[in-house]
């Protein structure tokens, strides 16, 4: 096998030994690592591989050079004569998806040779996961059309969407491997994953039973997994995510395929685990010579990750070609528009005559536990607690936005919710110079200060009201004498401040939430929260359920209505660029505590804690 | 963009989905005249005419009752109107009068039948007599109206006990909901039956008695469905955004999560129906039912089979069981198919 090259130590320690060996080639890998592949010359990135990933890698700068010119124009039809198509792995021509005679893959053409990286990128939507689906014929209830020659050296060239499914399936694993964004529902929770793995094994392989668990437990070993002997014999709920995701990946690597489907493996994942299961990945690919066709929204990850990259959009490859060309010199607009959909920093300057005044919410020593129940007699007559977030101390002046970053199970939506008033917490807690009392009356002026917008654009407008009747509720609590057509005023004022009228959709405000999209289902929720005025927005990241274009109108959104009405903003978010947009102090959290504080700029660019270094070096 | 037509309500959306579904529809078209015609049983079979024209005046027999001595009988009892001298009396020298389809009462007996009872269809008794010599048209008719009435009573009351229940137990949980099921548990484990048979045995059967019976366990199966509504939708977003608002308990319950939490409740309705309408066939078979003397399909179906020969009898109450229940099962099918959020928009 290949030495491993690329690889970040720090994830991988098995491989430590042959890192160090691989010290050189590792320097001249760094620019990749970085997330300005632009200034790198696409032939020297090539290069700087090892030697044998650089002999695999050869066929496909030819292939994709020919077939491919760099405007990334689909290839003429049928015009691949045998030979060229035998020294590519995966051919797929004019592929056609549809599902009740609504066509979602609309006859595109793309290929993967063997050893090859292609990343299939495009917004939620646009066909990407049904495509690859398609390949396996693992989609239900829709008309495939089209061909996919898959051709595997000594052995006949088949057409994936017309061999009998029998064949299809020995196929499947062994050839042809896949792994899922959610491994927790890709695994099957009844069984250890030593088990999940065997099964595989000797289904494929057709091994004995114990030569099976042994080659389980090697598989596990190879994703780093520390203990594999002991973790074979866990179950799906007793890993961790990164190690569900690793078990995934060893199960789709049992028997060796020539082509693994990766349908955004690291999306359901925390930050800081993300770039490790993506080395673990390269590292893999490089060692069994494997092709990748890894399908992501991301645009971090495919520079990191691919070769190439073909984009999607509405069921068309608008544009494809290799990584380092397309990110240079994107040619088609939709291209552009993805590459430019990364956050930009705009905030406002506060005035200096809101800077000297009071903070509209003051945190002092807030701890937010939960009971949980303790096993055994002792919990028959107390329970014990779960301290979600252990003591957090903040201000936020007018006009100004702190963002709480951390991963999940930090603790900063529990912080988020004691700082709405719905949980109940100990410490101070100050908006408006009131503080949350226990009595839900006492509390109609501090609820009108504070208010807050959701992660889910899906769950957090009732599907069975109107949009009038969800902007105008606050107007219904906080100023009950207003008319009925007064309030609609209102509404549709608050409407219109965050960009939607009447004239964009007729008859907006006796529509229902289904009818809208998850940005502007977004703009919903910020104005009804809007409607009553508040000074301060608790944000619960406001924009990780929505794609990248759509996340950029809707934080510019944000910064606009801030300057405009010098709101005050407490943003909860995963991701550092989001903060690094918006946010004028930062507050990073880790297991309930805080880490750092200070403000946006110092933080990010000379990060102290080592974990807040980990989440901005993974951006 | 969506366009304006699209603009609907999910229940809106709901309905058009369910009248897609052929089976389901007319079901609920036939049903929705049965049980109108139902409601007008009195005039549609009825031992009383509907106007009488007697010596230059109008009667109305069905809404007052008239002595014998008015159309000129012997007697200061209420007119049979079937006797055939009083028939005679009104059809004499001008008079008239507008008789029923069918004509006769519930609980009119043919005196007049040329056969034994019970007899078999002729023209007088379209579907025969049952054995106590009553038209057995008629007994179907208001059997029907009956059984509709009192599942359609004990499914409302079953409703909005549960929901009731269910929706306090959801959104308050903790001690509360504990408490609640633990109270389920125990009742739901008493023997219903048993109960039934005693209280028949020392309260003076009657209809209300029963409905209040049978609704003291009818609404646990129902609760818990809303519970578990309740406790799924109490946690979604738009429901903490409305607390952040300030919007109260209730009116989150009610304007916010309930309407989120019906699709249960309304898909369970014509089950629940049938299953009211077979309890009380059941409980009237075994005669633990309906006070004697009431038209009722279970009764019918006893005297079915006491008098097996009677073909008609057991036949015809079958055809109507059968074709209600039928009915009420095709119509909670497409209330189904259309509730369900995973079947796509055709």
Same mark, same amino acid.
């Given at each position: ?10 994830? %991988? ?81 004019? $592929? ?23 990343? $299939? ?46 064949? %299809? ?110 080395? $673990? ?56 528009? %993805?590459?430019?959909?990364?956050? *930009? ?40 607690? !779960? ?6 101390? !903040? ?101 219109? +401040? *965050? ?24 703009? %919903?929720?910020?104005?009804?929260? $809007? ?43 995963? +991701? ?44 | ?24 529809? #007319? ?159 125990? #009742? ?51 429901? @903490? ?13 009610? @304007? ?54 009677? #073909? ?35």
């Amino acid at each position: 096998m290949a030495p491993t090259l690329g690889t970040d130590v720090s994830s %991988l320690p098995p491989e430590g030994a042959e890192l160090a060996r691989g010290g050189p080639s590792r320097r001249s890998m760094a620019p990749t690592l970085g997330t300005d592949v632009s200034s790198l010359p696409p032939e020297g990135a090539e290069l700087a591989r090892g030697g044998p990933s650089r002999r695999s890698m050869t066929p496909t700068l030819v292939a994709s050079r020919t077939t491919l010119p760099p405007e990334g124009t689909v290839p003429p039809k049928g015009g691949l004569s045998a030979e060229r198509s035998s020294s590519l792995l995966l051919e797929v021509k004019n $592929l056609r998806v549809s599902f009740a005679g609504k066509e979602v893959v609309q006859g595109i053409d793309f290929s993967i040779a063997p050893g090859e990286k292609l990343a $299939l990128v495009g917004e939620s939507g646009s066909g990407k996961t049904v495509t690859a689906l398609s390949l396996l014929r693992l989609v239900q209830n829709a008309e495939i059309s089209g061909q996919a020659l898959f051709a595997v050296p000594e052995r006949p060239v088949v057409d994936l969407f017309s061999m009998p499914e029998r064949a %299809l399936c020995g196929i499947r694993g062994r050839d042809i491997a896949m792994i899922f964004q959610e491994p927790m529902t890709a695994l099957n929770p009844l069984f250890s994953v030593g088990d999940q793995i065997a099964e595989v094994i000797q289904l494929k392989r057709g091994l004995a039973p114990a030569e099976c668990a042994q080659a389980a437990i090697k598989l596990l070993a190879d994703t780093g997994i520390p203990e594999a002997e002991r973790r074979a014999r866990s179950f799906p709920h007793q890993l961790s995510g990164g190690q569900r995701q690793r078990a995934m990946i060893a199960m789709a690597l049992a028997c060796q395929p020539k082509l693994l489907l990766a349908d955004e493996p690291t999306t359901a994942l925390d930050v800081t685990l993300r770039g490790q299961i993506l080395d $673990l990945l390269s590292d893999l690919q490089r060692r069994n010579g494997m092709a990748v066709l890894m399908i992501t929204h991301d645009l971090n990850l495919v520079r990191r990750f691919a070769d190439r990259v073909a984009v999607m959009e509405n069921g068309h490859i608008v544009e494809q070609g290799l990584v380092a060309d397309v990110f240079a010199q994107p040619q088609h607009p939709y291209t552009r528009k %993805l590459i430019d959909s990364r956050p *930009v920093r705009d905030v406002a300057v506060a005035a200096p005559a809101a800077a000297g005044s009071a903070p509209v919410m003051q945190a002092h020593h807030v701890r937010v536990a939960y009971p949980v129940a303790i096993p055994g007699f002792g919990g028959w007559f107390k329970s014990g607690e !779960f301290v979600a977030v252990k003591d957090a101390t !903040f201000a936020i002046p007018p006009g100004k936005t702190l963002g709480v970053v951390g991963e999940s199970g930090s603790g900063k939506s529990t912080l988020a919710l004691a700082c709405l008033g719905l949980l109940p917490f100990s410490g101070q807690l100050q908006a408006s110079g009131q503080s949350w009392s226990r009595q839900a009356a006492r509390n109609k002026a501090i609820r009108r200060a504070v208010q807050v917008v959701f992660q889910d654009p899906f769950s957090s407008l009732s599907p069975r009201m109107t949009v009038a009747a969800i902007v105008e509720e606050g107007l219904l609590v906080h100023e009950p004498l207003l008319s009925p057509a007064q309030r609609r005023q209102r509404a549709l004022l608050s409407l219109a +401040d *965050v960009g939607m009228d009447e004239t964009q959709f007729p008859g907006l405000l006796q529509r229902y939430p289904h009818e809208f999209s998850g940005g502007q289902r977004q703009r %919903l929720a910020i104005a009804r929260a $809007l409607i009553i005025n508040p000074s301060l927005l608790v944000l619960d990241e406001p924009t990780s359920a929505l794609d990248v274009t759509i996340q950029k109108q809707v934080l510019a959104l944000l910064q606009r209505l801030q300057r405009e009405r010098g709101l005050s903003y407490l943003l909860i978010t995963h +991701d550092v660029d989001v903060i690094r947009a918006m946010a004028h102090e930062v507050m990073v959290m880790k297991d309930g505590e805080v880490v750092e504080s200070g403000t946006a700029l110092e933080v990010l660019d000379a990060p102290h804690h080592p974990y807040t270094r980990v989440l901005v070096s993974q951006v | 963009m969506a366009n304006a037509s699209l603009s609907v309500s999910p229940s809106r959306r709901a309905w058009q989905r369910f009248s897609r579904n052929r089976l389901g529809f #007319w079901s609920l078209a036939l049903f929705s005249v049965l049980v109108v015609l139902s409601l007008f049983a009195e005039v549609l079979s009825n031992d009383k005419p509907l106007v009488v024209r007697y010596k230059s005046e109008f009667y109305f027999p069905l809404l007052k009752d008239y002595s014998e001595k008015t159309f000129d009988g012997d007697f200061d009892t209420p007119t049979d109107y079937l006797d055939p001298f009083i028939r005679e009396k009104l059809s004499q020298n001008g008079n008239w009068a507008l008789y029923p389809i069918n004509p006769y009462g519930p609980r009119t007996i043919n005196y007049f039948a040329k056969e034994p009872n019970p007899s078999a269809p002729s023209r007088d008794n379209l579907l025969g007599t049952d054995d106590r010599g009553r038209d057995l048209l008629t007994q179907l008719i208001y059997g029907f109206r009956l059984s509709v009435l009192f599942g359609l009573a004990l499914t409302v009351i079953g409703v909005v006990i549960g929901v009731i229940t269910g929706a306090i137990q959801g959104y308050v949980g903790g001690k509360t909901d504990l408490v609640f099921q633990r109270f389920m548990e125990i #009742w739901g484990s008493m023997p219903e039956l048993y109960l039934l048979i005693i209280f028949s045995a020392i309260f003076a059967p009657s209809v209300a008695l029963l409905l209040l019976l049978l609704s003291l366990f009818g609404w646990m199966g129902l609760s818990d469905y809303v519970r578990a509504e309740f406790l799924r939708n109490r946690q979604m977003d738009y429901v @903490r955004a409305a607390r952040a608002l300030g919007v109260g308990n209730l009116q989150i319950m009610w @304007r916010h999560i309930l309407p989120n939490s019906l699709t249960p409740v309304v898909t369970f309705l014509p089950f629940r129906m049938s299953a009211a309408i077979l309890a009380l066939t059941s409980l009237d078979f075994l005669g633990l039912g309906v006070p004697p003397g009431t038209p009722s399909l279970g009764e019918l179906l006893n005297q079915g089979k006491a008098n097996i020969d009677a #073909w008609w009898i057991s036949l015809s109450t079958f055809a109507v069981l059968v074709v209600t229940l039928l009915l009420l099962t095709f119509m909670g099918d497409a209330l189904r198919d259309a509730l369900d959020p995973r079947k796509a928009d055709k």
